[in-house]
């Protein structure tokens, strides 16, 4: 079976490469034409069967299955990997043309009946496989959710359509919205010493989003680095590391690293808050989007007899909505208690560094009016510049990590309860408590503590004990020892030793790719090709920032004459993309995050069921489908690997 995208373009049919570099948004919406009217031509063909066989109703039904996810699975990579306004408009276009035929296809009573007939007659359990029958109870399940036994009442049935697609475009603008909020905020700093501290690769990200906006330095600014290895530049010249101006974004590398190590608590607190709220403010406000959503979801439940959304999307999950809620009930106590826990070290150092006078509370800068302290809604420019003033003057003080000026805080009684901080952590050591009264003992040590200390905290009680007395090196430094090459060869040789799996990046047939960074790998079980999988790792402007593992195409035998189709994967992540010549050096967040993804990969990949309707991780559980890449990252920090 063949379906053409577009006709400049050739064809996606079976074990033949997509053509990732000649595809333009314009050929999506041809594509999604083309597809549905032959989607559409078959299911009318398919509703018109009257003899309920596997021949005659399910290998078409794999068929026209097949076609929809290969052809939608392009367009949704297609709009994730470059969320351009033009891209992601011809994508949703595309997707609304198709959908018609997604939402026939579950909700024909025509095709229900003949499945029921195939499912339960006399002689089910002797004329089909238990993989056979397995297809065809997931695929009545998901009929069942698509509202197709609501479909003898038109009434009923136009009104669940009708949420259907409101919750759809809902979901769409939420996420549409908190990416143009996260894609608009930008403040500029030019005082260096709120970045003392903050590494060198970070300066240069927020120096060269300062460039790109065309920002200049200013004489008499200060440099982020003490003392200054260089002279500062003339006044007007271009941002750099060292002296700026920084222009700080909610790049997730940008953000992450300005929440761990800027000293300053007054801008960790307006970005944070800033960040939480990025998409609870006009033009991009999603607080009605949620609420209308909630009760679209909520009036769609109701048409089913259902008292809520959880119980009808429960149906293809391992635990009840009320053994889910029974089981968070359960772990909140051992949870709560092992969080206070984890945060008693932390409070310790923040006491230690109060009584050496460092300003652990943000008490020497004034900030804007418009910071709250109680860390509620933050309203501030999302691109302008911003000045913190200081309160006393500079006196120097010793610190762990290096020595410079910083400002001291106001005479004021210490914040932290040293009597009751050796008192908590010992009966926490012997006796449990209830949350609330967990969150009781950590405000009897102290009441400041809030959300952006903790990272900054979290990261210097690291650098003060763990890695330099366990491994003789500092947090900063260790992705030196993380390069990209290193970690894919751990992660690939751990396949290996566990399931004597191997890995062969495609280098002279590498097939077509829709970026040149992105890498091509074929997994064998001996001499037997599992399936293959690209491999797309660097950050890009217009790209998802976050991890995601996505099918291209199942494994199948139903549509291929010349054998059974392996599958193909796309994983992606979001190294910091490295300078030219440079090797790409991650964090451990992004090693943990290319073993995860990779365990999605191989879960999908290894999975040698070849019947469409269950192959893959169709039929997994949905609280189910994240177990392979939570096992797989568990092996990323082991020394074996």
């Known amino acids: 079976m063949r379906i053409e995208l577009g006709c400049t373009m050739s064809y996606i049919k079976d074990n033949e490469t997509i053509p990732f570099d000649k595809m333009r948004p314009s050929m999506i919406i041809s594509a999604a034409c083309k597809l549905a009217q032959h ?43 470059n969320q351009t306004l033009e891209q992601t408009a011809a994508v949703g276009q595309g997707m609304e043309l198709v959908r018609d035929f997604h939402r026939r296809l579950q909700q024909s009573r025509a095709l229900y009946a003949l499945l029921m007939r195939i499912r339960f007659g006399q002689n089910a359990w002797k004329e089909h496989s238990n993989e056979q029958l397995q297809a065809l109870d997931n695929f009545l399940i998901k009929m069942n959710e698509g509202a197709v036994q609501l479909a003898s009442n038109s009434t009923t049935l136009a009104s669940f359509n009708r949420l259907d697609e409101e919750e759809i475009e809902l979901k769409r603008k939420f996420v549409d919205n908190v990416h143009q909020g996260t894609a608009a905020f930008r403040l500029t700093l030019r005082d260096g010493e709120h970045l ?65 190590y800027c000293p300053t608590r007054r801008l960790r607190q307006i970005l944070f808050q800033s960040y939480e709220n990025r998409a609870s403010q006009e033009p991009w406000n999603n607080m009605p989007v949620v609420e209308r959503l909630l009760l679209v979801r909520h009036d769609k439940a109701r048409l089913y007899d259902l008292a809520s959304y959880a119980d009808l999307v429960g149906i293809r999950r391992m635990a009840s909505p009320l053994k889910a809620s029974d089981f968070l009930d359960e772990i909140k106590t051992p949870v709560t208690l092992a969080a206070v826990r984890t945060l008693l070290p932390i409070v310790q150092l923040m006491a230690d560094s109060e009584a050496r006078g460092e300003d652990v509370w943000g ?52 914040k932290i309860d040293l009597r009751a901080l050796h008192w908590v952590g010992i009966v926490l050591k012997n006796y449990t408590f209830a949350p609330t009264d967990c969150k009781g003992l950590l405000e009897t040590v102290t009441a400041q503590l809030r959300p952006w200390d903790v990272a900054y905290w979290q990261r210097r009680l690291a650098f003060s004990k763990q890695s330099l007395v366990q491994h003789g090196v500092a947090p900063d430094e260790i992705r030196n020892y993380f390069t990209l090459s290193r970690v894919l060869s751990g992660a690939f040789g751990l396949l290996h030793r566990l399931w004597g799996i191997h890995v062969v990046e495609s280098v002279r047939d590498k097939p077509p790719v829709w970026h040149p960074d992105v890498r091509h790998f074929q997994l064998f079980n001996g001499t037997n090709l599992l399936g293959s999988f690209f491999f797309d790792p660097f950050a890009r402007p217009n790209k998802l920032s976050i991890p995601f593992t996505q099918t291209l195409a199942k494994r199948s035998k139903e549509p291929s004459p010349i054998g059974v189709r392996t599958p193909i994967v796309v994983v992606s992540t979001y190294i910091q993309n490295p300078e030219p010549g440079e090797p790409a050096l991650l964090q451990i967040e992004n090693v943990r995050n290319v073993f995860h993804e990779l365990g999605h990969a191989i879960q999908i990949l290894a999975n040698q069921n070849s019947e469409v309707l269950i192959t893959g991780t169709t039929t997994l559980p949905l609280d189910l489908t994240e177990m392979f890449g939570q096992f797989y990252e568990l092996w990323a920090t082991e020394e074996c690997v």
């Open 39 to 81: 989607l559409h031509a078959g299911l009318d063909q398919l509703e018109s069967e009257t003899t309920a066989t596997w021949r005659k109703v399910i290998e078409p039904l794999e068929l026209l299955h097949d076609s929809f996810d290969r052809v939608t699975s392009v367009f949704e990579l297609l709009a994730r990997v």
């Open 196 to 260: 003392r501290g903050v590494p060198h690769s970070t300066l240069a990200a927020m120096a060269a989003a300062a460039q790109k906006h065309d920002m200049r330095y200013s004489t008499g600014s200060p440099g982020a680095i003490h003392p200054p290895i260089s002279a500062p530049p003339l006044n007007g010249a271009a941002p750099t590391p060292e002296w700026g101006p920084w222009t700080v974004t909610f790049d997730p590398f940008v953000y992450e690293s300005m929440m761990a």
């Open 363 to 414: 008490d020497a800068y004034v900030g804007p009016e418009s910071l709250i302290d109680s860390g509620g809604r933050l309203t501030i420019g999302r691109d302008g510049e911003i000045v913190l003033q200081r309160r006393r003057k500079e006196a120097p003080y010793a610190s762990n990590e290096t020595s410079f000026t910083r400002p001291m805080a106001t005479e004021s009684p210490p």
